[in-house]
């Protein structure tokens, strides 16, 4: 097979188009959940939840986070670990669901979960019991009847019914039916996902890695082990190189050969374009860490900067957060990479004034 050689800028814009980020934006939230495969579930929101951000960044002002909770309702699209994900996909995860321990995780975790699911179980049939008489449910009405409990060094630590839920969840047991606020609703997986016939496991890796790599474009063959959501395609698509990047990739041919058009777009630091930070540098030159974590003193960029995209090029960071008590969207600071043109400038203040006007707040600019 060809071994397609690829510039950095032609790699880009593969990227770019894929991520459904280029100047034709999709037709609703619809089309975009299915060509990403996912909107990721995060409970910061600096600016906007993350998945109302990805959406807004692909479809404009047009978007209304009251569609996503629309479509939630009426199960087009579904909630799995912490990802929205189309609801004819689930078929993709059954199998893999049946043959628990998860994939995905490090091998010591894997042994951690399945002896201390088993530990457990009592606990577990308790929860199934509960959810089964009484319908959706939120963690803390269900009962903490673990013998042995979750033990870790991050928040989770002691959070048994949690914990215990979410590997239920790897398991096919049950499923979020809903939120109330930011709790999670749970109830049995029957009553939640389609009735379909589930993907045998192979196949179904296969046909993820196939639908990864179109919403990628472009994506290394192998990663390292990542929860969830892999980095990499496996043998999907054709094998490629970039010009200055070590290393094989694998390309999407159905993005080779097509024109170009880009425009201007605020991301959310967990937006899939930007998420694999080593793809992000290898390809875009793109220096960028979501600093929220670092202490104030030592953020370069701000808490929650939103990279920002130009064309095939991430260009800077806006440093901004949502204060809806004030009712202002306040920016702090636009961190340039690379100097802006007039055009630039232009088009990306449109999409900050957008931004505002997407969130209803008034847009308060530095000094």
Request: charged share 30%; glycine share 6%; proline share 6%.
């Amino acid at each position: 097979m060809t071994v397609h050689e690829l510039s950095r800028a032609d790699a880009r814009r593969i990227a770019v188009r894929a991520q459904l980020l280029d100047a034709s934006r999709p037709a609703g939230l619809l089309d975009v959940v299915r060509g990403l495969t996912l909107l990721q579930i995060d409970p910061v929101a600096a600016v906007a939840p993350n998945a109302d951000l990805v959406a807004w960044s692909r479809l404009g002002s047009s978007y209304g986070p009251a569609e996503a909770t629309a479509a939630l309702g009426k199960r087009t699209l579904l909630e799995l670990q912490a990802m929205i994900r189309p609801a004819e996909d689930l078929a993709l995860y059954r199998a893999e669901m049946a043959e628990w321990p998860e994939r995905g995780t490090p091998s010591s975790w894997r042994e951690y979960h399945r002896t201390w699911v088993a530990a457990n179980d009592a606990c577990r049939r308790d929860i199934l019991d509960r959810l089964r008489a009484e319908g959706p449910l939120a963690s803390r009405a269900l009962p903490d009847t673990c013998a042995e409990p979750w033990r870790s060094s991050g928040w989770t630590n002691n959070r048994n019914v949690t914990k215990l839920l979410e590997l239920m969840v790897q398991r096919g047991e049950v499923a979020v039916a809903g939120r109330t606020g930011s709790d999670r609703l749970w109830d049995l997986a029957d009553r939640v996902y389609p009735d379909a016939p589930a993907v045998p496991v192979e196949e179904a890796l296969r046909i993820r890695d196939e639908r990864r790599l179109r919403a990628l474009g472009i994506a290394r063959a192998r990663g390292p082990e990542c929860q969830v959501e892999p980095v990499d395609v496996g043998e999907a698509g054709e094998p490629a190189v970039v010009e200055g990047v070590r290393g094989k990739w694998r390309v999407d041919p159905g993005q080779l050969g097509r024109t170009f058009a880009g425009r201007a777009a605020l991301l959310s630091p967990f937006d899939r374009l930007v998420h694999d930070r080593k793809r992000t540098t290898e390809l875009f030159e793109f220096d960028y860490q979501l600093e929220m974590y670092k202490p104030a003193a030592k953020r370069r960029w701000g808490y929650f900067a939103l990279p920002v995209l130009y064309g095939d090029r991430l260009v800077g960071k806006l440093d901004a957060a949502a204060d809806r008590k004030a009712g202002v969207l306040k920016v702090n600071a636009l961190h340039r990479d690379v100097p802006f043109t007039e055009a630039m400038t232009a088009e990306i203040d449109r999409e900050i004034e957008d931004l505002a006007r997407w969130l209803d707040l008034e847009l308060v600019l530095p000094d």
